[in-house]
């Protein structure tokens, strides 16, 4: 639910600092999102017992280095519509339409065996050509008895997995005889 919220949000900020400002943003959002990581900070951003003032006055401080008279009008708007606790979920977003914007992807590649960078630079460039645009792929090694590479801002995912191809070869067998 948070992500369709902060979806509108996002789109609300991008339309007011536009799309050249955008990265500077996201960094400013992204640094306020890990204070959501301590605990602290989570409760006083959400007791009842502080003023809705107050938490206005720390966010504005965190974002006031930049300057920015539409990021203080969008921190108050969050405040006032007790929309705080998405902040998290805003960086997310702001993060993915950097990415739709430059077309610059980050994937995940899942495999048991090792996968050496040349293989996965190879992987990127040939699943780049096939979504144009830029798939950067990090490996991470699992128990999964295949290959699996996941783009989930993009929405692909491929898999090729060895029980599936042994359990298919057999069906294809049986079926032949």
């Known amino acids: 639910m948070q992500e369709l919220i902060a979806k509108r949000y996002v789109r609300a900020l991008v339309d007011a600092v536009g799309t050249e400002s955008l990265e500077a943003v996201s960094i400013i959002f992204t640094a306020l999102s890990k204070e959501f990581s301590n605990a602290k900070f989570v409760q006083i951003m959400s007791s009842t017992d502080v003023l809705t003032s107050d938490k206005e006055g720390i966010l504005l401080a965190g974002v006031a280095k930049a300057e920015s008279k539409e990021l203080n009008n969008f921190i108050k708007l969050l405040v006032e519509h007790k929309r705080i606790n998405i902040i998290p979920a805003i960086a997310q977003e702001l993060d993915k339409a950097i990415a739709r ?69 057999v069906e294809h067998i049986l079926k032949a005889i």
């Open 101 to 169: 914007a430059t077309k610059q992807y980050t994937g995940v590649v899942y495999s048991d065996s090792d996968i050496d960078a040349a293989t996965l630079s190879g992987l990127g460039k040939g699943l780049s050509k096939k979504v144009d645009a830029t798939v950067t792929l990090e490996f991470v090694k699992t128990d999964f008895d295949g290959i699996k590479v996941e783009v989930e801002d993009l929405g692909v995912e491929v898999n090729f997995s060895k029980t599936r191809l042994n359990t298919q070869l």
